[in-house]
Each structure stands twice: as C-alpha cells, then as structure tokens.
C-alpha cells in the first residue's frame, strides 16, 4: 500500500478543507480513502508540527487529530490551534487508543467536539465528519444572519426619524436612537443604564416630574397598557420640549420584560396652535389687526392641513418606508444576477423614492413663497394631493374614484397653490362624510363651444376660440344647507363645528383660483352631496394664455 504524501489536497480550491494528522502512515492511508472522493480537500500532517504549519496557512474546516505523536502531541495541538485566533474556528476530532474518561475529558475541554477512539471503523470516521461539517456550517450560517440582523436592525433604529428608548423592567434604558440623542442633548453612554425618570421622564410644563402612581410609562411597565399621549420631555440642559410619545410594554408570555418609548418634538406643532389662537383673539381688535391676522391664519390654515395630514402620512410612511429600502438594498445583493429580479427591486427602489419626494413636498408646501407659474399637468396635481390625504381617506373609510381624462393640455400653474387647493376641497368632501362614502374627481377638455358655461363669471372669462380643461370634484356626503350656498366663498364662513375650521378654506381656493385665471362653481347634487367644478384656460402653443 502506498502512503498518501505528507501534504496533500483533493479536490480543487472551494471545497471544505479536512486536515488527516497522525505519525502512523497506515492509519493515515485508511483515513484518506475512507474520506476521498468525498468533495472534501484532504490535507496530509505525520506530526504536530507539521499540523500546526498547515493549520495556520490552509485553516481547515475540521481536524482528525491523533493523540499519541512523539514531539508535541495531540492535546498540545489541539491547545495551540484553539489559542490561535487564526485556526480557533476549525472543529477538532480526537483519534487514540487512549480510551480512559480522564482523556476524553481533557480533549473535550481543550476544544475537541468529539472523540474517536482506535481502532476505527471507517464508516464511522465519515459519519462524524460529515456531522460535525454540518454543524459547522449551520453555524456559520447562523452567524452570518445574526450579522445580518444585527446590521439591518441597527440601520433601521439609526433611520427612524422618531426618537426611541428601550426600557429594562425597572424603567432603566437598555436602548437608545440617534434621534432620541439629538432631540434630548443626552449622549448614548449617557443615557444607557439610567433610569428614563433621572434623565428624560415626562414632567410638567415646569420641569418636574410626574409621581411614578400617574406617568404612563410608570403605568405600561406596571399594568402592561398601551399609552399614546401628549406630554413634556426634559433636555439634557433642563429645558423642557413637548412630546407626543408612545409607551408600549415588552412582554415574553404573561411576563413584562421592559417597554419601548417612542417619541417626536412637537414644539413647532404647538408653536403653529399657539399662533392660531392669538391670531383669533387679535381678530377683535381693529381693521388693520384683522387684515393682518387673516393672512397669519391663511398661512395657520396651510399648517394645520400639513400638521393633520403629516401625523398620519409621518407614522405610517416614513418609519416602514426605511425599513423598506433597507429591505430593498439587502435583496439586491441576494438577487444579484437574476435580471427579473434585479427589474423588480428597482421598480420598488423607484416606487419608494417616489413616497420619500412626497413626504419632502408636506414640508415644502407649508412654507409660504411667491406665485411660481409654471406650465403643468392638472392631472398629476390631483393625483398628487389624494396621495396627501390618503391617510384621511383611509381612516374615514371613504373611496376615492379618479377619472382622469388622457391628453390634457397643458396649464399655466403654481403647483404648491394647486396642491393647496385640491387639499382644501377634498378635507371639505371628508368632513362631509363621517359615515364613510365615495369622493369622485374628474377631469376632462372641451372647447368653449361644446363646454357648460356656469353664470356670468364663465362668460367673461372664457373666449370662443379657446380651449377649456374642466375638474370636478364630487363627494356623497351631507351637502350644503341652500340657505348657506352663497356664502361658502366669504372668509370665516364656516359650516363646521367651533373649533373644527377657520372658514377661511373655500375663500383661500378662491383666491387661488383667481391666480389662475379660473372659476369655481360650488352646489348640491339632486342624488346627495356636494358637486365643485372648477375650469382653467389651456395654455396655448406660443405659451400665450
């Protein structure tokens, strides 16, 4: 029988690397025969020192390791290779006549996973190894997901836009957002181990804290309650801000384990309220007073439209649409290849950048600016304002129906004011119907010939030569009182409850309409609810309206 060489491999580079040591040729010859033609890369060491150079340079997946070699011997092997961090991670089976407990129990200690003793039975020697090769890679396998989770998870705690604590049993943080650390001044090592009372628990408006028998989040870690409520947080510099914030409890089983704490900064919120009651209450005062607060509520109203629509389009957008694109970014690199797949995951990638612009629109149509006209669809600025409202729609179980006609000319439009408008009248249509319903939007063009002229204010404003692009907007709801119909243009006209609108809505979609060069006709429908058609010039070829 031919001995195999002192250094051997087989098959090529990739597979599961197996390192044969043992100063016996014989029994080397049975262990490579046994595991040749296995798929594995079987290397060859007559002796410890050779295992070791081996070991360092190859790190093979598993060890067969003798005991018993002259020079250094096997438990010294197995003690340098599991001390080295380069060859820690191989997997080591003893092989020995040495059948004594006390020697499979210093093997084991040293960092065996299991022992064989001599004489072998060659199958039994492929059984073990396979196992353990398993294992291993299950191993790694896991490893690398837990990698991955922990990765993705932090991404998703470092995009959360909303401040965020992770609270033991005792109320003491175990976790803490990089949001949460901006928001508070509070560093992470500050923060970890703390009690959430000693350093950001609600308060008053005065700084100090509430009694543990009445704070929320006293009350989630004691009773397990969900608590979603406006409060004060304190700083690390011992200013107080305020908060809307969300306690909810950690539970394994019927055991409460901790909570999460999550929070955002609604001091512009409460700036905006704040300046919406003083403006009211200027309103008594004088003519100037009133012009000047008419314009300050003008611009209260766009807020409180973007405040009302962004809590909702903030919570249930933004935070998973993070999520989303982390998700998005991890596939790309398990589909690389796959064309198909690779042409989904961008259409998502897409789709999501498109909700991320819309959110950065909320914030860029609360500030006020300019009339900017510029040529645009009338179409997409429908399309894009039920995206804005599609919270509310949701939540007041209502159906939106766009007709939107194809081929629409062209308008002269500032795309803000025109977002603005259509908010306006479909909040108006969703108030309307408290018990659910169908909000119906259509768009068409006509000429002037072949359009319904509404009173005296299309006559003038519309030629016979011109083209005439028409939306409607219809809803099921409760309709206008006749009395009331005249009168739903004039400012602070409001039919709704106090305290619910300003009145100043339909007499700011007015004002719209007006810069544009529109008209606005408001009525009943004979089948119930309220019909608004609205008509625009088209823009002509020579950019001429």
């Known amino acids: 029988m031919t001995s195999p060489p002192i250094f051997a491999e087989t098959p090529a580079e990739g597979s599961e690397c197996v390192l044969l040591v043992d100063d016996n040729p014989a029994n080397l010859q049975v262990l490579f025969q046994?595991?040749?033609?296995?798929?594995?890369?079987?290397?060859?060491?007559?002796s410890g020192e050779d295992a070791l150079d081996?070991?360092?340079?190859?790190a093979p997946a598993l060890i067969l390791l003798d005991i018993m070699m002259p020079g250094i011997d096997g438990f010294e092997v197995c003690r340098r290779l599991k001390g080295d961090p380069a060859t820690r991670d191989s997997a080591i089976i003893f092989l020995s006549a040495l059948g004594d407990t006390q020697s499979k129990v210093r093997g084991l200690a040293l960092g065996a996973v299991d022992y064989v003793a001599k004489p072998f039975q060659p199958e039994e020697v492929l059984a073990r190894v396979e196992t353990h090769l398993k294992i291993?890679?299950?191993?790694?396998?896991?490893?690398?997901?837990?990698?991955?989770?922990?990765?993705?998870n932090q991404r998703i705690l470092e995009a959360l836009g909303d401040g965020l604590y992770g609270l033991d049993a005792e109320g003491r943080i175990t976790l803490v957002n990089p949001a949460a650390t901006r928001m508070t001044g509070w560093s992470e090592a500050e923060l970890l181990g703390r009690s959430l009372r000693s350093v950001a628990q609600p308060c008053r408006a005065d700084g100090t804290p509430y009694p543990d028998a009445i704070s929320h989040v006293h009350r989630t870690l004691s009773t397990g309650d969900v608590y979603r409520v406006e409060d004060v947080f304190r700083g690390k510099s011992g200013q107080s801000f305020p908060v809307e914030y969300t306690c909810t409890p950690i539970r394994q089983g019927e055991e409460r384990l901790g909570a999460v704490v999550v929070f955002k900064d609604i001091s512009e919120r409460k700036r905006a309220e704040r300046e919406l009651t003083e403006a009211h209450e200027a309103l008594v005062v004088s003519h100037e007073a009133l012009k000047q607060a008419q314009q300050q509520l003008i611009q209260a109203a766009k807020l409180e439209s973007v405040g009302r629509l962004a809590a909702g389009v903030a919570h249930e957008v933004k935070n998973p649409l993070a999520i989303i694109q982390l998700g998005v970014d991890f596939l790309g690199g398990s589909l690389e290849g796959d064309e198909t797949g690779q042409s989904v995951l961008k259409d998502m990638d897409d789709a999501v950048r498109r909700a991320d612009t819309v959110i950065k629109g909320l914030l860029h149509f609360s500030r006020e600016k300019p009339p900017d006209m510029?040529?645009?669809?009338?179409?997409?600025?429908?399309?894009?304002?039920?995206?804005?409202?599609?919270?509310?729609?949701?939540?007041?179980?209502?159906?939106?129906v766009p007709e939107l006609a194809d081929g629409l000319p062209a308008l002269d439009l500032d795309?803000?004011?025109m977002h603005q408008l259509f908010i306006n009248l479909f909040m108006n249509a969703i108030q309307a119907m408290d018990n659910g319903g169908v909000l119906t939007v259509k768009t068409r063009c006509r000429s002037v010939a072949e359009a319904d002229m509404e009173g005296a204010d299309d006559a003038q404003m519309f030629t016979s030569d011109e083209e005439v692009v028409f939306c409607e907007?219809?809803?099921?709801?409760?309709?206008?009182?006749?009395?009331?119909?005249d009168k739903v243009f004039d400012p602070f006209f409001t039919?709704?409850?106090?305290?619910q609108g300003t009145g100043l809505g339909l007499s700011v979609t007015q004002d719209i309409i007006g810069l544009h060069r529109g008209t606005i006709h408001i009525g009943n429908r004979e089948a119930g609810g309220v019909r608004v058609s609205l008509k625009f010039k088209a823009r002509r070829e020579d950019g001429s309206r």
Do not use: F, M, Y
């Not at 046994?34 to 007559?46: N, P, T, V």
């Not at 081996?54 to 190859?58: E, F």
């Not at 291993?136 to 993705?152: G, M, S, V």
């Not at 039919?495 to 305290?499: A, D, M």
């Open 473 to 485: 907007v219809v809803d099921t709801g409760t309709g206008i009182a006749e009395s009331k119909v």
């Open 34 to 46: 046994s595991l040749d033609g296995r798929g594995l890369r079987l290397l060859i060491a007559k």
């Open 136 to 152: 291993r890679r299950l191993e790694q396998a896991l490893a690398r997901r837990n990698r991955e989770l922990e990765t993705a």
């Open 415 to 417: 795309r803000d004011k």
């Open 374 to 400: 510029q040529p645009g669809d009338l179409n997409r600025c429908v399309e894009d304002a039920l995206s804005l409202v599609r919270h509310e729609l949701t939540q007041h179980d209502i159906t939106p």
């Open 495 to 499: 039919t709704k409850p106090v305290g």
């Open 54 to 58: 081996i070991a360092r340079r190859k």
